[in-house]
């Protein structure tokens, strides 16, 4: 089983930027995919960015040229640079990792959430 730790979250203006981590750990034989999806009030939780362990990356629309994902696979940790922050980008933030068990069934993992408010 794995778990997720995020970490970063915060208070910020519109403008600012923030960094947000997620450390897995845990037994697994491989993490294929690890990824950040958020949860404004009242809507249904998406996808912000996600990465594979070769590094290819995607993006939701709405964050294209401000957000960056990254990873060091060494460390199963998985980061989300947040620039130019808006106050629509004001959510929860989960970490999500998709991994390979040693009998090779594939899993799904969450992080317990990080709260990112955008306000002046």
């Known amino acids: 089983q794995v778990q997720l730790v995020e970490s970063g979250g915060g208070l910020v203006q519109p403008g600012g930027s923030l960094r947000l981590s997620c450390a897995a750990s845990?037994?697994?034989?491989?993490?294929?995919?690890m990824g950040w999806y958020r949860q404004a009030p009242g809507k249904q939780r998406a996808l912000v960015a996600r990465?594979?362990?070769?590094?290819?990356?995607n993006y939701a629309d709405s964050v294209k040229g401000r957000f960056t994902i990254s990873r060091d696979n060494a460390k199963n940790t998985v980061y989300l640079q947040m620039n130019s922050l808006k106050p629509d980008d004001t959510a929860v933030y989960y970490c999500?990792?998709?991994?390979?068990?040693?009998?090779?069934?594939?899993?799904?993992?969450w992080g317990q959430g990080t709260l990112v408010t955008v306000s002046s």
């Open positions: 999500n990792a998709e991994y390979l068990t040693y009998g090779l069934n594939t899993l799904y993992a």
């Open positions: 990465i594979t362990s070769a590094g290819s990356a």
């Open positions: 845990g037994t697994m034989f491989r993490i294929n995919v």
